[in-house]
């Protein structure tokens, strides 16, 4: 290759490498550079401030490269000799204070959006805004392939310092990017794979953030950024209690975010991205080689609950200089030396201290204001830094993430780090994530939930109140056949009192085996209305569970239908069969007995699925079941007359909550047929009863949302209530 003007042709970093081979993939998607920005107040000499860039141009290597990869086996950086660089002034003195703040943001923006062309050198833009004789604002974007942070830092700390010499800077020569190359070409890469592979170990995917929304492709990522600042009171704290422990106060922080993560995933063993910055300490002369060795590598965090926190914390720091001393090949290759799987991030939060260009006058100019832009595909990233205070900005997705949110995850990262200023003897599990005033909101505040209730009431009671008010309200409907609130009562009434005259009372269990019909209703508050407790038996269930639950719960009485007596087992206690004995249950007394029975009494038996051994019977009182359903009726603002369906099978704590709020809220209970419908089916069915609340299983559930558009109003609940 020959190129005129080359001072000299270098090979790529590992680093560079895999920065290249990102730009090369995204060159279609989006612009990649970082920014600086700040303000400068004094009489600036543009001219000079343009000479001083220059001459920092021409003492370092990078600042003169440009990349070549097409067509080659291996992609090179090209330096120039000499390099001329320019400066962009903006003239807006004549401006309004207004519409010079709207200029300056949409050509800050612009600026960020503008891509850098990486095969033409220089891999950087230098612009100045003036907006009066001596307010300007310096706007600096560079390519992540020349620089890093710190590297950025070292380069306007010469420039600065070139021009408040007028001339007659005299810097110690500068080393070169490629002595950088030489000595990384001598390190042990075999070293560095067992390392990673050992530390990664286990780990199959990236911690939980949990408060977020779910992953999605970084092509729709948003960013935005929030910021606190650490009372200066626990800053000191901090600093004190790091000097006498022996670590930084880098690694209090580091430990923070590692303790914000265990408590928001639920997860001991935690990893994030450490962004590590500056030519490695190792290589003589470090300090004046300006180059991209910024790599974000993993930090992988075991939060042991009883551990110490000084013990955990120096943890932690020994963990960092293990990474720091393996930091030299880049992220991509230890995904690779991992057990993620491909297609996902070894960690979706990352830590990159912002180690902040320090603020100063230079020959009467005064730098202020002093930011940074950086990109990231990672949904969180906490920037702290650590002068003049000590501020923690949070950078993140915000299509991941609200503002509520990333608001409540700073005050969090405060909270611990003023739980372990304030007590650093203290153990990990004790250091407190809230606040005092959203403790007391939680714990306080939110279980503030007393409202009144009925609480010596009864189920049948609260239905009574509702046929003696509304008995005319259609309170089952199947099919084309409907029975109101009057005449359920009185054939419930009459069930109750031939339950009477079979020793039915409070605490009596009477088993109820019916299909979805007129008599399931009429079964089960009859029962209620005896004082019994009624037992759900599905008659589809095999004989042999059926036997179980019949002895399990000692039912006395068995009510059923005449068409199902020959599948049912044999049981110690009496049946009686809601339909064939009807004639003589209809002799019996039409008015509400008195049975004695209490809010305290048993209102019903459910067993459980036995999917982890047998069956197991939940028994629930009607104090119990009054409570709840009167705040699903309240909560949920169920009026008189609401049309509800009842889908699922009565052995199925589900039905529980299609029946008793309809019934003690005059509601309609629209009964399914006994094989219900799915999908389209089921919608007709919904739109033919005018349904306006249904419960469903998910699996049902799933068939009406997906296989069939919602074009009817009304509340579904799968194991949770949701308002279409």
Not at 94 to 110: K, W
Not at 171 to 183: G, H
Not at 260 to 282: H, Q, W
Not at 648 to 671: K, Q, R
Request: charge should be negative; proline fraction near 6%; hydrophobic fraction near 40%.
């Amino acid at each position: 290759m020959i190129i005129k003007d080359a001072e000299t042709i270098l090979p790529l970093s590992p680093l560079q490498e895999a920065l290249l081979a990102r730009e090369v993939e995204r060159s279609e998607r989006g612009a990649t550079s970082e920014q600086w920005r700040c303000r400068l107040s004094g009489p600036l000499n543009v001219s000079l401030f343009e000479k001083a860039w220059q001459y920092v141009v021409s003492r370092h290597q990078l600042l003169r490269a440009f990349f070549v990869w097409k067509d080659l086996a291996k992609p090179v950086q090209v330096v120039h000799k000499q390099l001329t660089v320019s400066l962009l002034h903006n003239d807006w003195r004549r401006m309004s204070a207004a519409t010079q703040a709207g200029e300056l943001n949409n050509f800050i923006q612009a600026e960020r959006d503008r891509p850098i062309d990486i095969s033409k050198a220089p891999l950087l833009r230098l612009s100045v805004c003036q907006f009066a004789d001596d307010e300007y604002q310096f706007v600096w974007s560079y390519h992540p392939l020349i620089l890093d942070d710190l590297s950025a830092q070292l380069v306007l700390q010469e420039v600065f310092a070139f021009y408040a010499d007028q001339h007659g800077h005299t810097a110690t020569p500068a080393r070169c990017y490629r002595e950088y190359l030489a000595w990384l070409k001598q390190q042990n890469s075999t070293t560095v794979e067992e390392f990673w592979r050992k530390e990664l170990r286990g780990f199959h995917s990236p911690t939980s953030l949990a408060v977020g929304r779910a992953r999605g492709d970084w092509l729709t990522q948003e960013f935005d950024h929030q910021e606190i600042t650490i009372p200066q009171a626990t800053q000191t704290q901090l600093q004190l209690l790091a000097e006498t422990h022996g670590f930084n106060l880098r690694t209090l922080i580091d430990g923070a975010l590692a303790l914000l993560l265990s408590r928001y995933s639920d997860d001991e063993d935690v990893i994030f991205g450490l962004r590590v910055e500056g030519c490695p300490p190792e290589l003589p002369g470090a300090g004046s080689i300006v180059g991209p060795f910024a790599h974000t590598l993993p930090l992988r965090v075991r939060v042991s609950p009883d551990r110490q926190v000084i013990d955990w914390l120096n943890e932690i720091q020994s963990r960092y200089e293990e990474v720091r001393r393996h930091q030299y090949h880049p992220l991509e290759q230890a995904k690779k030396w991992s057990e993620v799987p491909e297609g996902l991030p070894v960690f979706e939060s990352e830590i990159a201290f912002d180690n902040g260009f320090s603020e100063g006058s230079y020959a009467g100019i005064h730098v202020s204001e002093v930011d940074s832009f950086r990109q990231s595909n990672v949904a969180l990233t906490l920037q702290p830094r650590l002068s003049p205070e000590l501020t923690m900005k949070l950078t993140y997705d915000r299509n991941r993430f609200d503002e509520e949110t990333i608001a409540r995850m700073l005050n969090h990262l405060r909270t611990i780090l003023e739980g372990i200023a304030a007590q650093p003897e203290q153990t990990v599990n004790s250091v407190p994530l809230l606040d005092q005033q959203e403790y007391r909101q939680l714990v306080t505040e939110l279980n503030d939930t007393d409202i009144g209730y009925p609480q010596d009431q009864c189920i049948h009671w609260m239905f009574e109140s509702q046929a003696e008010q509304i008995p005319e309200v259609d309170a089952v409907v199947v099919g084309n056949e409907r029975l109101s609130y009057a005449a359920l009562n009185e054939r419930a009434n009459q069930l109750a009192h031939h339950l009477r005259s079979l020793a039915v009372g409070p605490e009596v269990r009477v088993a109820i085996c019916v299909e979805r019909s007129f008599d399931m209703l009429v079964g089960i508050i009859g029962i209620l209305k005896a004082g019994g407790a009624y037992v759900p038996l599905d008659p589809s269930y095999p004989a042999e569970r059926l036997a179980f639950m019949l002895e399990d719960a000692h039912a006395s009485v068995l009510l059923t239908q005449e068409r199902l007596v020959t599948q049912l087992p044999s049981h110690s206690g009496r049946t009686v069969c809601i339909d064939s004995d009807w004639p003589q249950i209809s002799e019996q007394d039409k008015t509400n007995p008195n049975s004695g029975v209490v809010g305290d009494n048993l209102a019903y038996i459910i067993y459980t699925s036995g999917s982890t051994g047998k069956p197991k019977g939940v028994m629930v009182t009607h104090r119990g079941i009054c409570n709840t359903s009167e705040v699903m009726v309240r909560v949920y603002d169920f009026p008189p007359g609401t049309r509800m369906l009842q889908f699922g099978s009565l052995s199925f704590d589900m039905a529980v909550f299609d029946i008793i709020p309809a019934i003690i809220s005059g509601g309609t209970l629209v009964l399914a047929p006994q094989n219900p419908p799915t999908g389209q089916d089921l919608l007709e069915l919904v739109r033919e009863q005018d349904i306006e609340v249904l419960t469903l299983p998910p699996s049902v559930l799933a068939t009406l949302l997906f296989g069939a558009p919602l074009d009817h109003r009304f509340m579904v609940k799968a194991n949770y209530w949701l308002s279409l």
